[in-house]
Nanobody, 124 residues
Framework: QVQLVESGGGLVQAGGSLRLSCATS????????MGWFRQAPGKEREFVAG????????YYIDPVKGRFTISRDNAKNTVYLQMNSLKAEDTAVYYC?????????????????WGQGTQVTVSS
């Protein structure tokens, strides 16, 4: 059974940084397209960033471009999200997700496995 466990969330002041990690087990991590999503109170879950299995291609939504960086270490079965210059509007529960598809997809239903989420709160 595939499991995804996020860590690294917390409370940070605006302008600060956090690094989220997502450790996976039970599956073939190196074959999955990995994504980070977030869900703010009262809003739908949205795609934030994604990375191809090889790590050679990454994707971001416009609001986080230049501030967030997604990366992966296939030897450790872990994907990361480095978040810099955080803003109050980045406050949300962040989820990592794995898709058996090999191509980029922002739709939640395209992902087969999900973590439990980690809270990120940015104070202004």
């Amino acid at each position: 059974q595939v499991q995804l466990v996020e860590s690294g969330g917390g409370l940070v002041q605006a302008g600060g940084s956090l690094r989220l990690s997502c450790a996976t087990s039970g599956g073939t991590f190196s074959r999955y397209f990995m994504g980070w999503f977030r869900q703010a109170p009262g809003k739908e879950r949205e795609f934030v960033a994604g990375i191809k299995w090889s790590g050679e291609s990454t994707y971001y939504i416009d609001p986080v471009k230049g501030r967030f960086t997604i990366s992966r270490d296939n030897a450790k079965n872990t994907v990361y999200l480095q978040m810099n210059s955080l803003k109050a509007e980045d406050t949300a529960v962040y989820y990592c997700a794995a898709s058996k598809k090999v191509y980029y997809d922002i739709r939640t239903f395209a992902y087969d496995y999900w973590g439990q989420g980690t809270q990120v709160t940015v104070s202004s």
